[in-house]
T-cell receptor, first 114, second 113 residues
Framework: AQKVTQAQTEISVVEKEDVTLDCVYETRDTTYYLFWYKQPPSGELVFLIRRNSFDEQNEISGRYSWNFQKSTSSFNFTITASQVVDSAVYFCALSTSGTYKYIFGTGTRLKVLA | ETGVTQTPRHLVMGMTNKKSLKCEQHLGHNAMYWYKQSAKKPLELMFVYNFKEQTENNSVPSRFSPECPNSSHLFLHLHTLQPEDSALYLC????????????FGPGTRLTVT
């Protein structure tokens, strides 16, 4: 069975704090893709990153960084020095090779307080 | 226009009305998707079209009827809806092969009265 778990339903931080959003996935496939999306209040899901199962390198993009660990089946997302504009719901998703369907997690609502 | 657009952005309809949601993608993709997002529920995949052919119907009630006339346009025809169908309906597109990033539209907020 394939599954994505985002155990944190809601997180509140004060501006400039660092915050990590957890994502744990389950799949028996050896080739798969993991994604993070941001959904601001406007509603549109914004693509943030894709990682394939053969690339365990961590990635940093500005204040965003992602930690992919196959040993723990996790793909965590860290925002450094959070800002109010980071307030949104963040979704982790899994796609396995040969299919273009996503399995989404339930999302984590991040509130960054000024 | 760029990316994925959806119209209307907001829709209020009675249970006996018939309406349609429209999605258009300007990304040259060949797969399009309808999702339903209800409060406190995970994103639900409703339909998938691959090169204009429907390849997925996730047990969606027949009061939702999709149409994909070409790879750039996707419609969701609505009739005899129920109040529990009130939700945000999101359209997305992607390439069928490769790395599968899906790009989403802004959604249509539907309220059924």
């Amino acid at each position: 069975a394939q599954k994505v778990t985002q155990a944190q339903t809601e997180i509140s931080v004060v501006e400039k704090e660092d915050v990590t959003l957890d994502c744990v996935y389950e799949t028996r496939d050896t080739t798969y893709y993991l994604f993070w999306y941001k959904q601001p209040p406007s509603g549109e899901l914004v693509f943030l990153i894709r990682r394939n199962s053969f690339d365990e390198q961590n990635e940093i993009s500005g204040r965003y960084s992602w930690n992919f660990q196959k040993s723990t089946s996790s793909f965590n997302f860290t925002i450094t020095a959070s800002q109010v504009v980071d307030s949104a719901v963040y979704f982790c998703a899994l796609s396995t090779s040969g299919t273009y369907k996503y399995i989404f997690g339930t999302g984590t609502r991040l509130k960054v307080l000024a | 226009e760029t990316g994925v657009t959806q119209t209307p952005r907001h829709l209020v309809m009675g249970m006996t009305n018939k309406k349609s949601l429209k999605c258009e993608q300007h990304l040259g993709h060949n797969a399009m998707y309808w999702y339903k997002q209800s409060a406190k529920k995970p994103l639900e995949l409703m339909f998938v079209y691959n090169f204009k052919e429907q390849t997925e119907n996730n047990s969606v009630p027949s009061r939702f009827s999709p149409e994909c006339p070409n790879s750039s346009h996707l419609f969701l025809h609505l009739h005899t809806l129920q109040p529990e169908d009130s939700a945000l309906y999101l359209c997305a597109s992607s390439q069928v092969e490769g790395t599968y990033e899906q790009y989403f539209g802004p959604g249509t907020r539907l309220t059924v009265t």
